[in-house]
Every structure is written in C-alpha cells, then in structure tokens.
C-alpha cells in the first residue's frame, strides 16, 4: 500500500462519479466517464493541482480532514471512507489476520442446529465451522489447516466452486479482499491469494479493477453439492466484533428445492466441526 494504491483509488471512484450526484449542472458534454479532477478538487476545497498530484502519486498523505472533504466530494460509502483513511495511512496496519476464535462464537456454531456455518477471517480462511457446514462443502478437518481457505477450494472445484450466476458474489469478495489488503498490507499470504484468484477468475479479476466497495451482509451464492446437484443459497455474514472474523450462515428459501435439499443434508450421517 502507499501512494499509488491511494491514487489509484481517487480515480476510480472519481470516474464513478456522475455530475449530476455530485450536485453538478447537467448537460455539459464530457470526454471521459464521471467528475473532472477539477471539480472534484472544486467540491473538496483544495487546489486543483493538489488533488491532480494526490491521482497521480506525486502529493504528500492528506490531513484525515482533506480525505473527509474529499470523501464528501466523492460521495464515499462508509466502508470506502474507511479503505480510503487506511490507503493514507490514518489507520494502524496489522501484520496479518487473526487465527483464534473466541469460544462464545463457537458455541453459537453448535447451537445453530442444521444451519450450515463456519468462520473466516479476512484471508478467508476457515477458522471454525459446524457439522452442517461440512456436510454442505467439504470436510475441513481432513484438510490441513493451510488448505483450509476458501477461495483456494473455490479454484480446485467442487461445492466451495463459484457457480456463474450473476448474483453479485465475486463482487463481495473482491470488495472484502480489497479492505482486508488494506489493513493488511505486509501480508504476502494475502497478496498472493489475490493475485492467484484474478488469475483464476476473470470476473473477479474484473471486479478488483473496479475497485468498488460495499459492506454486503446477505448475498446470493449458488453452489453445486456432488451429490444434490446445483443449490441457491443466501449467504450471510455476521461480524465478530473486537475482530476481523465473520460468521457465514447459509440458508435456503423455505419451499424450494434448494431448501429440500439443505434438509436432506440434516438428516444425513454428520461429519465433525472443529475442536
């Protein structure tokens, strides 16, 4: 992280950015997608040539109120107001992701019964998980703990496998690895999962270039089981708070086949979590 990856992200999200958002007269006629770097500098209160040497890696790290201003002036959500402090360095960087789950969360993966759960941290790797969860992907006690991430499964095949669906999944995984890349900059693990998964994915690799953010909780995930065929779930994420982890729940629409299908599972001979 450092001066490119901030500029990078400016432009990105000024590109994005339509006049008439930004409060901007309408009709005048534009060569290139969203707001000027004059207006946007306009908008932040800073001078022209400012904001074009933050673009372009050449400025100094903006004051954390300049990044307000120009988050105001970029109509930033939260979680890009976030991810834009960190590329400034206004935000402490970790060395790498938390590993220990605090036991009041593994308890609630034994008690959410037949609902399929497990937790990730921000590399996504599977820190914990429940019997349901296992039955539904795949049998992560018999891997060993450094195969244990989910996007790695997810390019060897099988359920962890990203079915093409066009339901906005990959998009949430590449906003998620974007943040975790930017509290986590020293992480070579993490880096080269990136790298390994645009390689893998082009609509993945597609979406990391966009650098769009979001804070997503609930998505849509089709998955195909070897044994049930395809499955359209929702997966929901519940964050752990004091950590990087979240609690993915999958879950089916009451009355389909898909929730059929999740029930067979229930009653199925079941595989164990983790101790």
């Known amino acids: 992280m450092g001066k490119r ?43 022209a040539n400012y904001y074009e040497r933050l673009e372009q890696a050449r400025g100094p790290h903006p004051s954390p109120q300049v990044l ?44 959410l019964g037949p609902v399929p ?31 244990r991430n989910v996007l790695r499964l997810s390019m060897r095949g099988g359920p962890l496998r990203c079915e093409p669906a066009g339901d906005g999944f990959t998009w949430h995984v590449a906003s998620e690895l974007r943040q975790a890349v930017a509290r986590y900059p020293a992480d070579r693990r993490l880096a080269d999962l990136v790298r390994e998964f645009a390689a893998h994915d082009p609509e993945f690799a597609a979406h990391w270039r966009e650098q769009e953010l979001g804070t997503a909780t609930a998505v849509p995930k089709r998955i195909r089981h070897p044994r049930l065929g395809l499955i359209d779930l929702e997966l929901q994420e519940l964050r752990v708070p004091g950590h990087d982890h979240r609690v993915v729940l999958l879950t089916a629409e009451p009355g389909t086949a898909s929730a059929a299908k999740l029930e067979s599972l229930a009653s199925a001979p079941r595989l164990r979590a983790v101790r």
Request: proline share 8%; charged share 25%.
């Open 117 to 147: 759960a497990y937790v990730l941290n921000a590399r996504h790797d599977v820190l914990a998980w429940n019997p349901p969860a296992a039955a539904l992907l795949v049998d992560f006690a018999a891997l060993p703990p450094g195969e």
């Open 5 to 47: 990856d901030l500029g990078a992200f400016l432009r990105s999200r000024r590109e994005a950015r339509s006049s008439v958002a930004a409060g901007l007269p309408a009709g005048v006629r534009r060569r290139t997608p969203g707001l000027r770097r004059e207006e946007v500098a306009a908008l932040a209160g800073v001078s």
């Open 68 to 111: 307000a201003a120009l988050a105001d002036a970029l109509g930033l959500s939260g979680a890009e107001r976030e991810h834009l402090g960190r590329l400034a360095g206004h935000a402490p960087a970790s060395p790498e992701p938390g590993a220990e789950v605090p036991a009041e969360v593994r308890r609630l993966l034994d008690r």
